[in-house]
């Protein structure tokens, strides 16, 4: 658990370096700051804001497989529209992600 803890920690101090300049809390950002971010540092910044927008809630757990698929979905909205918030990109490229996993769940 201390080494999930850890790691997670670590996540988010190098994603904060990643843009030092930024001082606004991710919850206020433009998809213009996310986009900032080196492209190595997004899925951290991603990964972040997930367990942020889900604090408290009992599922909350670090989806890499969906997170895979969201880091592309948000950099392409964000390109389209560089002034629109970065939380609200990030919330609807979940529930698409989570619409299509429920359509394929409930296929099987």
């Known amino acids: 658990m201390k080494l999930r803890y850890f790691a997670f920690v670590a996540c988010l101090l190098a994603a904060q370096g990643a843009v030092a300049d930024n001082k606004k809390p991710v ?15 997004q899925p951290k910044v991603v990964y ?14 670090v989806d890499i497989e969906g997170t895979e698929k969201v880091v592309p979905m948000i950099i392409d909205d964000c390109k389209k529209a560089p002034g629109e918030s970065f939380l609200a990109k990030l919330k609807n ?5 989570e619409a299509e996993a429920k359509k394929v769940k409930d296929k099987m």
């Open 93 to 97: 490229a979940w529930r698409s992600v």
């Open 27 to 41: 919850s206020k950002w433009t998809c213009e700051e996310f986009l900032a971010v080196e492209s190595d540092f």
């Open 48 to 61: 972040f804001a997930t367990a942020k927008a889900k604090a408290g809630k009992a599922d909350s757990i």
